[in-house]
């Protein structure tokens, strides 16, 4: 994972190190997650993590965690296919939008973000349980305008 602020670092010897992610003993390369990021959007790691987990979860590193490089190369292609998704997503829309004369931006500015808790760097802790949250709150408010399509 070539990153603006993290390069790799290699395993001395007599040294075991975990993978954060998938706990394996590293060999070889490996990261440091606090300061590690994307290559494709240069998100910093800890905070694709805490998306990728959800909402329900705090992901909580401490200075010390890595990620292997095979971990890291995984983060690497999802922010990559996240980033083409959204891009594909877009053109779909703006076909969508045309065709049915819709104001232009109208499809693309109604999406719904999932927010996910900032992520936290403590001790020695990994994931833990967050709080539970009232989802159907949430769920009616994001109902305000939609615009419906009919598909011949």
């Known amino acids: 994972m070539s990153s603006a ?3 790799p670092a290699t395993v001395l010897s007599g040294e ?6 998938c706990d394996i003993v590293v060999s070889g390369r490996y990261y440091t997650l606090a300061t590690c990021r994307t290559q ?3 998100v910093r ?3 694709k993590l805490g998306q990728l987990v959800g909402e329900r979860y705090m992901v909580v590193i401490s200075e ?3 990620i292997c490089r ?3 190369n995984l983060m690497n292609t999802l922010d990559r296919l996240e980033t083409e998704m959204c891009s594909v997503r ?3 829309l703006r076909f969508l939008e045309k065709k049915y004369a819709l104001e232009e931006g109208e499809l693309l500015n109604n999406k719904t973000t999932i927010s996910c808790p900032p992520p936290q760097m403590l001790h020695n802790t990994s994931i833990i349980p967050g709080t539970d949250l009232d989802q159907d709150v949430g769920a009616v ?3 305000h305008s939609v615009a419906y399509i009919r598909v011949a």
């Open 40 to 42: 494709s959007t240069q």
């Open 5 to 7: 602020t993290s390069n």
């Open 90 to 92: 877009n053109v779909v």
């Open 16 to 21: 075991e190190l975990r993978c954060f992610v």
């Open 141 to 143: 408010e994001r109902r």
């Open 45 to 47: 790691l800890i905070e």
């Open 64 to 66: 010390d965690d890595i």
């Open 70 to 72: 095979g971990c890291a």
